[in-house]
């Protein structure tokens, strides 16, 4: 079986796992553990990153490269159409969408947080004992903004991406305005990498992803509540009710995730 070393949160592993799903491939998961479990990756593909999929003897990382290893491994429901003109644009729209939507959700994700105590909190497993809940939201978001400074993540860049995603969203709110897919009349790698990157600007409302139950359908606050780019979360919603498989519920009991690894 296919297996797909992950991080649960990270916005390139669910574009892998929008893609596999799509194309009906069943695959393991297996939940890297940020440093420690980043020297096994880099023993096997001489990066520390994920997604990395595993494929028998094949090992494939970066995003893009599994798309494209699967759509010539697996033909079956292309990602990248054959028309020129439509895989020129799709091709486009997915490496802006990694560029931009990929990188700058984080930004915002960790200038949302270091705002906000309660979405802070709610990253925590429900298993947390109390005690480190209230100190979680105490921790003062200033000493979080000093934080973020050190690892590059000004206020200014925080304030630069969230400019950036609003005018990214306002666009992708235009192009699907009359069509359900960015390119083309079926989906492909362009609507998968948009859709599937953008999951730590809203969270998914449905149980797509092993995360605690208070932070489903939550984001960061300005983009993931705003009406004016609610027609874009809604098309993602029904990419996803068409696509995704939502996880089994004895999945997502005992393992949520209680970090994001921003970097
Ligand atoms: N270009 C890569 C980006 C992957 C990436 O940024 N992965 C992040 C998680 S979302 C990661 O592994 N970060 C850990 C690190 O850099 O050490 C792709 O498309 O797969």
Known sequence: MLELYQFELSQYSEKVRLVLDYKGLAYRKIEVTPGIGQ???????GQR??????????VVADSTEIAKY????YPDRPLIPTDPKQRGLCLLIEEWADESIGTKSRQVLFGALSKNQSLRKSLLPAATPDIVKV???AVPSELLQVLGFGVGLSQEVVKRAEADLKQDLEALCLLLADSPYLVGDQPTLADFAVAGLSILLKFPEEPYLNLPATLRGKGVPGLADSVVYEPFFTWRD????????????SSYKSSAPNSINIE
């Open 39 to 45: 020297v096994e990756l880099f023993r096997l593909t």
């Open 49 to 58: 990153q994920v997604p990395v999929l595993k494929d028998g003897s094949q």
């Open 238 to 249: 029904r990419l996803y009710a068409q696509y995704r498989q939502p996880l089994v519920p």
């Open 135 to 137: 100190l979680v939201e």
């Open 70 to 73: 699967l759509d010539q491994q």
